[in-house]
């Protein structure tokens, strides 16, 4: 008998500190909800981030003693719940600052490339092999550029003129890098999404791209043109190929994952998989954009001479291999790292 006072007690002070409290955790409910319809774009003030901290805290000495009161309740664990819920908003990295853009291009990005290095390798020897397969097939067979080459190419070609030369007289080159830029992108994105096709749908499309070039030098050089269309792509093709390579690594990369998920599932392993490699194609993105400015300003200017464009073009990819390796900003580690 006396053994069920104490118990009565406690349950008392319990009832006791739960009504005493209750008016605080709907107010902390009512905000909650409104936190996630805010989102990202709010923007918080010096008091009221201390207001959210001071919440915090409050909320987890409240669960402590709810724990401790009254294991296994329902008002214990929608305690917990709020309480997940406010770490969740507070305890989250800050978006698009200066560490984090810093941190994405120069330790992320390079350690994603890093890990699609091989598969790079041997796409860019599929398309150097294909390459050469159209070279051989035109050479061997003239009568087959028209699989590949409109008529108005061919027409072009045959009357001792490069479809290129009169770019610069038909748009403004700010609106022709503009329209390369479009389709450059628009290739990129489809040798990427190709491979959720399990990776064939990469070396399809890269095969294919690989064959063209091949059948359009071989063309180019039976009617003494092969130097010209050289001159027109040397500044931006070295990239531009490169950069169809790294984003067919990527595609493959998403197609293995289906193929052999590392996780429990293949829609888990899709995702993880996705997120990383889409770090890649973002730095495509950027490098495309250079692209696109040099084949609208300086591929189709006939006064830019072939040493010029051949240093733009090894340049410029110098300048990916030190970007994609992440030493393009390695000395920026020496004033980020704490010291040891």
């Known amino acids: 008998m006396n053994a069920g006072v104490p118990a009565a007690g406690a349950q008392r002070d319990a009832a006791a500190w739960v009504q005493s409290r209750s008016r605080t955790w709907s107010e902390w409910l009512a905000a909650a909800r409104v936190a996630p319809a805010q989102g990202a774009r709010a923007v918080l003030d010096v008091s009221a981030a201390q207001r959210y901290v001071e919440r915090y805290r409050a909320l987890a000495r409240d669960l402590a003693t709810a724990r401790q009161l009254l294991p296994g309740s329902r008002t214990t664990a929608a305690l917990e ?4 819920q406010a770490h969740a908003q507070i305890d989250r990295a800050p978006r698009w600052s200066r560490a984090a853009l810093l941190a994405l291009i120069r330790d992320e990005i390079p350690s994603v490339a890093r890990a699609l290095a091989p598969t790079i390798l041997w796409i860019a020897a599929l398309m150097i092999v294909s390459a050469a397969a159209g070279w051989w097939l035109i050479s061997t067979y003239p009568d087959l550029i028209s699989l590949v080459a409109s008529p108005a190419m061919i027409d072009d070609v045959e009357h001792g003129r490069l479809w290129t030369q009169d770019l610069l007289n038909v748009v403004p080159s700010s609106v022709l890098s503009i329209g390369i830029l479009s389709n450059n992108i628009f290739v990129t994105l489809t040798v990427f999404c190709s491979g959720i096709f399990f990776g064939l749908g990469v070396c399809y499309l890269v095969a294919l791209n690989g064959l063209m070039l091949g059948a359009a030098f071989a063309f180019t050089h039976q009617h003494g043109l092969a130097t010209a269309l050289l001159k027109f792509v040397l500044a931006h ?4 190929l490169s950069v169809i390579c790294i984003a067919g690594a990527a595609g493959i990369a998403l197609g293995e994952s289906l ?3 590392t996780l429990p599932s293949r829609r888990e392993s899709f995702e993880r998989t996705a997120r990383r490699v889409g770090q890649v194609l ?8 250079v692209c696109g400015f040099i084949e609208g300003f300086i591929s189709p200017d006939p006064r830019v001479p072939l040493a010029a464009r051949a240093v733009i073009g090894f340049s410029y990819w110098c300048v990916m291999l030190l970007f994609l390796s992440g030493r393009l900003l390695a000395w920026t580690r020496q004033s980020t790292d704490p010291a040891p």
């Not at 719940?81 to 997940?84: G, I, Q, R, S």
């Not at 973002?282 to 954009?289: D, I, K, P």
């Open 282 to 289: 973002a730095a495509c993105a950027l490098l495309l954009v």
């Open 81 to 84: 719940a709020l309480y997940l």
């Open 237 to 240: 093709g070295p990239v531009e």
């Open 259 to 261: 193929l052999r998920p």
